[in-house]
């Protein structure tokens, strides 16, 4: 497995730095260690260019030295330019399987780790993409993995079930069934005839059953992969508040979605509601876009 770990000198890159310390990963998998400066002033001020770059290759072999004393394989790169697309070009340059970077920077000179960078890199990386937003420790870790039953989602289950994780880890599988449409939660149905709030019960309950069998083919593969698993579906209008809140209520150190959907009435994986997810979950959130294997 190939990450691209993108790291500066805040406490947020540091943090992203620790978990894929900590973390299983394949055999013979690597990480490449990135820093990108950004200059904001002119470049002709040779004083300023040498202190951000000494900085800079100072944060990746602080990083390379972390992950060497956990085993890890790793090589390191500075680059200059702007750095929402040099993370991304390199990534598909060197042919990344996950690129991971912390939620946010502190400073404008390390604007790279900022939510629209991690934005940028989210939207249009080639490969999954991890965000660090907390710690996680050797053991046993909890998974939320949220599936449409898409192709997409299947490849998420499949990222997890083939992948090491900590002994003990648990994966809960979530699927919203996108019962209605949000514009008609402002409608009053009284106003709907008798055959319209019928093929409205009927859609809700195609929705739900569609994302019943989303959690039952999800959990076999995670199961397939020797963890533990166990899954719900719900109805609702709104997957991004659900997903956060079961997120958040059950603790979970790392959600996982896919990269888009596929169908109008299962926006669940669609890149907005993934990248919400993505930006305002209170854990660390991966989107996979291809096997991570």
């Given at each position: 497995?190939?990450?691209?770990?993108?790291?500066?000198?805040?406490?947020?890159?540091?943090?992203?730095?620790?978990?894929?310390?900590?973390?299983?990963?394949?055999?013979?998998?690597?990480?490449?260690?990135?820093?990108?400066?950004?200059?904001?002033?002119?470049?002709?001020?040779?004083?300023?260019?040498?202190?951000?770059?000494?900085?800079?290759?100072?944060?990746?072999?602080?990083?390379?030295?972390?992950?060497?004393s956990?085993?890890?394989?790793?090589?390191?790169?500075?680059?200059?330019?702007?750095?929402?697309?040099a993370?991304?070009?390199?990534?598909?340059?060197?042919?990344?399987?996950?690129?991971?970077v912390?939620?946010?920077?502190?400073?404008?000179?390390?604007?790279?780790l900022?939510?629209?960078?991690?934005?940028?890199?989210?939207?249009?990386?080639?490969?999954?993409?991890?965000?660090?937003?907390?710690?996680?420790?050797?053991?046993?870790?909890?998974?939320?993995?949220?599936?449409?039953?898409?192709?997409?989602?299947?490849?998420?289950?499949?990222?997890?079930?083939?992948?090491?994780?900590?002994?003990?880890?648990?994966?809960?599988?979530?699927?919203?069934?996108?019962?209605?449409?949000?514009?008609?939660?402002?409608?009053?149905?009284?106003h709907?005839?008798?055959?319209?709030?019928?093929?409205?019960q009927?859609?809700?309950?195609?929705?739900?059953?569609?994302?019943?069998?989303?959690?039952?083919?999800?959990?076999?593969?995670?199961?397939?992969?020797?963890?533990?698993?166990?899954?719900?579906?719900?109805?609702?209008?709104?997957?991004?508040?659900?997903?956060?809140?079961?997120?958040?209520?059950?603790?979970?150190?790392?959600?996982?979605?896919?990269?888009?959907?596929e169908?109008?009435?299962?926006?669940?994986?669609?890149?907005?509601?993934?990248?919400?997810?993505?930006?305002h979950?209170?854990?660390?959130?991966?989107?996979?876009?291809?096997?991570?294997?």
């Amino acid at each position: 497995m190939k990450i691209l770990l993108a790291v500066d000198s805040s406490a947020e890159s540091d943090l992203a730095v620790k978990v894929v310390a900590v973390r299983p990963w394949p055999p013979n998998s690597t990480v490449e260690i990135l820093s990108v400066v950004e200059l904001l002033y002119p470049s002709d001020v040779p004083s300023l260019m040498e202190t951000l770059n000494q900085r800079a290759d100072l944060a990746v072999q602080a990083a390379a030295q972390r992950l060497q004393s956990s085993g890890i394989e790793t090589s390191t790169l500075v680059l200059s330019g702007n750095a929402k697309a040099a993370i991304v070009d390199h990534a598909a340059e060197m042919r990344a399987d996950l690129v991971v970077v912390g939620s946010h920077g502190v400073t404008t000179v390390r604007r790279f780790l900022h939510g629209s960078v991690a934005r940028a890199v989210l939207r249009y990386a080639t490969c999954s993409v991890e965000v660090v937003r907390a710690e996680t420790g050797p053991g046993a870790m909890k998974i939320l993995l949220a599936t449409d039953g898409s192709h997409c989602s299947e490849i998420a289950a499949r990222s997890i079930a083939e992948r090491p994780w900590p002994s003990g880890t648990e994966v809960r599988i979530l699927s919203v069934a996108e019962a209605d449409h949000p514009i008609l939660a402002t409608v009053d149905r009284r106003h709907f005839d008798t055959s319209t709030i019928e093929a409205l019960q009927a859609l809700r309950e195609k929705a739900l059953k569609r994302a019943q069998e989303a959690v039952m083919s999800a959990e076999k593969i995670v199961i397939q992969g020797g963890l533990l698993a166990s899954g719900t579906a719900i109805p609702s209008a709104s997957p991004k508040e659900h997903i956060l809140k079961e997120a958040s209520d059950w603790g979970a150190n790392l959600i996982v979605v896919g990269s888009h959907g596929e169908r109008g009435l299962t926006r669940l994986l669609l890149g907005s509601v993934s990248e919400a997810v993505a930006i305002h979950a209170h854990c660390s959130v991966e989107v996979i876009r291809r096997s991570s294997t």
